[in-house]
């Protein structure tokens, strides 16, 4: 038995989880969001809690088990607590703005690059050194930060460029002077 799939999920009062035939909505004070179950997975509701079952032991209903308790989850969460992204923009001269619903990065080349929020997502700009992009859905959440960071990756010798807050950079030596 998967061990993550068998765990119930625990719905908060104010989300409402409504499961109507091969869909799964959840609705809550951030928004909604929609899910089209996979496979033979099957889900019920019993008070406060959602259950995700499968029909037998297949290799492929044992993978879809613990995938759809966890996007049902990141569902219940998103929609009552929302995710959120923070990034960190290292190099002299480089600062994100942001502009209307988008931002405008700085990273070193000749323009601007700049970056539309898609549906759904919102950037923060803090500082000219920060972003945060933040929403309801921690897919898009995280790809749009991916996305951002794949202007400027950091790089191993100065460290300069995107990173996620907290995020290590491996370091290399330069070239040794003789």
Known sequence: MSRIGKEPISV????????????????????????????????????????VERPNDDRKNKALHGLT????????IGVSEGFKKELEIVGVGYRAAKSG???????????????KAPDGITFDVPEPTQIIVSGINKEIVGQVAADIRSYRKPEPYKGKGIRYAGEHVARKAGKAAK
Do not use: A, C, W, Y
């Not at 308790?69 to 219940?76: A, D, E, G, T, Y």
């Not at 619903?101 to 970056?115: A, C």
């Open 69 to 76: 308790r966890s996007l049902i989850n990141n569902m219940v």
């Open 12 to 51: 908060p009062s104010d989300v409402q989880v409504s499961i109507e035939g091969r869909s799964v909505g959840v609705t809550g004070p951030k928004g909604s969001l929609d899910l089209d179950l996979p496979g033979e997975i099957n889900v019920r509701q019993e008070d406060d809690t959602v259950l």
């Open 101 to 115: 619903d988008g931002l405008e990065l700085q990273l070193g080349f000749s323009h601007p690059v700049k970056v």
